[in-house]
């Protein structure tokens, strides 16, 4: 079959970001099906494209994956105009696309919500069978984090939304509270599938060369955070706990936040200005060089800001590297996540704005390097039974080629 795959932020293992729609396309190729991957130019991302653009746009086969790249440069740290200015850019050149394009099934992915908008086009002005996959719900969580409070626009990104999920023939949530938001727009359950974010068990291995960043030393408890530094990630709570941990004279814990994002300046800024010297500010690296950085670390962060709305609605993708690196997590939110960390015995969980817990859960992982073996060794076996990235994307694909 030929796939038409939308995906804004798209990239390949050589960029910083995610890459669960590069792994579902190139499984898709393996066997025997064809994609063509339609995405932006993503701040952090690599399509693994380098010709010039031209009007607008450049075309290439990486990986077996033919890929139509956009000019549209999009960033995390760019305001709410550009970045709104960008997704509907993406959206209506996409649209040309849907329209154009021999295709047997359409598949859009959020971030952003607008990535429907071919897919709908798509079902209703060609009759082509539609997948949709929800990656976060949109307009709850920008609403619950009072990112947007304009009723006018939530209420048309509330139209969208419900227009996108019964347009498609199928449905995808990558989180237990992305499945129950898209069921409560009327979407039938037997049109829905969860398929979390998985594991990438290869390149988190054991053949990665570690490292870590000027001012760890060997002998420190490294406790790493990989990700995007916005409102979301509620980064104020490691510098917080490292302000905390400094104050008890433990400077033998250093707390590493690998990434980019719009409040990046701020907590620098914040960290320099209160002398927490104990938390190390890193840039973004690919995929292969944070995997040896993973495996130096003795911990990693889950953190999120603290919005009941996030707690059964994400499925982070830095979750599933720490334990694909054999990694502790330190989750400082309720939700599946943490009921998952309690019930495998693969990490702590804290209470979410509570620096003193925060920190205490650190100095103990410290202390205790036994535990904290048995606990990355419950991590690695709960990535390779439960969220091995090679399974999960046979079920995706499943799910996605027996569309009817």
Same mark, same amino acid.
């Given at each position: 079959?030929?796939i038409?795959?939308?995906h804004?932020?798209?990239s ?13 396309a ?7 099906h064809?994609v063509?991957?339609?995405c932006g130019?993503y ?11 031209i009007?607008g746009?450049?075309e290439?086969?990486?990986?077996g994956i033919r890929?139509?790249e956009?000019n549209?440069a999009?960033s995390?740290?760019? /305001?709410?105009l $550009?970045r709104?200015? =960008?997704?509907?850019k993406? !959206?209506?050149?996409s649209? +040309?696309l849907s @329209? #154009?394009?021999k ?6 992915t ?5 990535a429907?908008?071919?897919g709908?086009?798509?079902r209703w ?6 997948v949709?996959?929800v990656?976060?719900l949109?307009p ?8 947007i409070k304009?009723p ?6 509330s139209l ?10 199928r449905?995808?949530g990558?989180?237990?509270g992305?499945?129950? /938001?898209?069921? $409560?727009r009327?979407? =039938?359950?037997?049109?829905? !599938?969860?398929v979390?974010? +998985?594991c990438? @068990? #290869?390149i988190?291995s054991?053949v ?6 000027n001012g760890?030393d060997?002998a420190d408890?490294?406790a ?11 980064l ?11 104050s008890?004279g433990r ?15 701020t907590?620098e ?10 938390i ?6 690919d995929?292969i ?5 993973m495996?130096?670390?003795n911990? +990693?962060?889950? @953190?999120?800001?603290?919005?009941p709305?996030f ?5 982070p993708?830095?979750?599933f590297?720490?334990i ?17 960390i309690?019930?495998?015995?693969c990490?702590?969980t804290?209470s979410?704005?509570?620096p ?6 650190l100095?103990?992982?410290a202390d205790n ?15 390779k039974?439960s ?10 694909l499943?799910?996605?080629i027996?569309?009817?």
């Open positions: 079959m030929n038409l795959y939308f804004q932020h798209f390949t293992p050589k960029g910083c970001v995610g890459i669960r729609s590069y792994e579902m190139k499984n898709l190729i393996r066997h025997g064809s063509t991957m339609v130019s701040n952090g991302g690599n399509t693994g494209l380098s010709v010039d653009f009007n746009k450049r290439g086969i990486v990986d890929v139509i956009f549209l999009y995390n740290s760019d /305001g709410f $550009k709104t200015f =960008s997704f509907f993406f !959206a209506f050149k649209i +040309g @329209l #154009t394009e295709y047997d099934i359409v598949f859009a959020t971030t952003p919500l607008t429907g908008i071919p709908i086009v798509a002005c060609r009759g082509k069978k539609f949709f996959e990656r976060d949109w709850e969580l920008p609403k619950a984090m009072g990112v304009n006018l626009i939530l209420a048309a990104m969208l939304e419900w227009v996108s999920y019964r347009s498609a023939h449905c995808i990558l989180s237990p992305i499945v129950e /938001g898209i069921k $409560k009327g979407v =039938s359950a037997d049109k829905i !599938a969860m979390p974010n +998985g990438d @068990l #290869t988190f054991d990665v060369s570690p490292w870590r960043p760890v060997d408890f490294m790493v955070f990989t990700g995007t530094h916005g409102i979301a990630n509620g104020d709570s490691a510098l917080n706990a490292a302000k905390e941990l400094q008890r400077t033998d814990i250093k707390l590493v936040l690998i990434g980019q994002g719009k409040l990046k300046p907590l800024a914040r960290a320099k200005s209160e002398g927490i010297d104990n190390i500010f890193h840039e973004p690296v995929k060089k944070l995997a040896g950085l495996r130096s670390a911990l +990693g962060m889950q @953190l999120l800001a603290n919005v709305a707690y059964f609605g994400t499925s993708n830095k979750f590297d720490y694909a690196s054999g990694l502790p997590v330190l989750n400082n939110y309720p939700g599946w996540l943490a009921g998952m309690e019930q495998s015995d990490g702590f804290v979410p704005e509570n003193k817990a925060f920190a205490d859960t100095e103990k992982a390097p036994d535990l904290i073996l048995e606990m990355g060794q419950n991590a690695t076996l709960l990535a039974n969220f091995d990235r090679s399974k999960l994307a046979d079920d995706w499943q799910w996605v027996e569309v009817d």
